[in-house]
């Protein structure tokens, strides 16, 4: 089968993930639970994932990585860890519903109030629209790193330049991570959220949640972390205040490996998808009966739509006839689809891989085509 659906799930892995996962399910000890050899070995290759993750987003400490199972998890860490009674949060109509969920489930408990950034008339994020969603008691904006839907780029630096210092920042990297640079610091983000099983070339199963000194989250999961054994409460320290139960280590390995094979491959990666997604953009223009709703973009993710058939149908011909595997829908991001007007049907969402080859892409365009005329 010819794999579309890399904003779902990474549908290939890098040589040194896949050795790393294999050679760490064979031998696998719990890191930083016992003192023996194996024990402490294993959790020295989990600072060393800290470090590499917190070097690659110019983090504030590696004590500040925090090693979760997806970046919904990380989210929640995030959003119900950090924000507090009376809170008003501005969140982009390009968020997942890892955000609004738990940001409606606040409202509804009477915490906080939200208010929905819409999209500008180029389809992204605007940081003057932002601004004017601004009220004192405005305590998060939350903006991710790229649509899942159109594959559009936020513009985070001047997002967050227009933001009191006072506010917090919070970026989903979900699709952006592994495809386009993300720095912390530089940009002022202080909560960055990842998946480590798509652009980072991780497994299922691998995520984390990156913040800064200006964050203390609460505990939202309750359980040993190996230290203060004698103690009934939370440690007070990060990383172990957010980590409560065994890590997965394959999980774990598999994003040291694919955070060092995307940082030295990044512009690469996102020339790649950028090229695809432009191959891709070109050849839909000569079919009369789609209509496409993203750009050329480095996160490899197009999105369109059949003139009758509905975006679901199409992603099953496409399967089933054709082999190709593809993700129709609303794909967990209502709020985009109603703003992009295709709330109705969804869109059909290719999402490259930079594995991928401009002769899969040939193929995914004839499938279209002769769809076309059935």
Known sequence: MIYFDNAATGGRKPDAVINAVSSAVKVCANPGRSGHKLSLACAVVVQNCR???????????????????????????????????GDHVIASCMEHNSVLRPLESLKKAGVIS??????????????????????????????????????AVPPLDKIRAVLPERVLFLCDGAQGG???????????????????????????????LLFSERIDPTPITYGGTGSMSLSLDMPDFYPDALE????????????LEGTGYVSARLPEIA????????????????LTMYTAYAAPNPCGIVAFRHAFLQSEQLASVLSNRYDIAVRGGLHCAPLMHEALGTLDG??????????????????????LADAEKR
Do not use: W
């Open 178 to 208: 592994g495809h386009i640079p993300i720095r912390m610091r530089e940009t002022g983000i202080d909560l960055l959220t990842l998946a480590g099983h798509k652009g980072m070339m991780g497994i299922q199963g691998s995520g984390a």
């Open 114 to 151: 939200y208010d929905v950034c819409p999209l500008n008339e180029n389809g992204n994020i605007s940081p003057e629209d932002i601004r004017a969603l601004l009220r004192p008691e405005t305590r998060l904006v939350a903006v991710t790193s790229a649509s899942n839907v159109t594959g």
């Open 51 to 85: 470090n590499a993750l917190n070097n690659f987003f110019d983090g504030y400490g590696f004590d500040r990585v925090v090693f979760t199972k997806n970046c919904t998890e990380a989210l929640n860490i995030a959003l119900f860890g950090v924000l507090k009674k």
């Open 271 to 286: 020339e790649t998808l950028t090229d695809l997604t432009k191959y891709f953009f070109d050849g839909l223009k000569k």
């Open 346 to 367: 969804g869109l059909v969402r290719a999402s490259f891989s930079h594995f991928n080859s401009v002769s899969e892409v040939d193929e995914l365009l004839d499938a």
């Open 244 to 255: 409560a139960g065994t890590l997965s280590f394959p999980a774990v390995v598999s994003l």
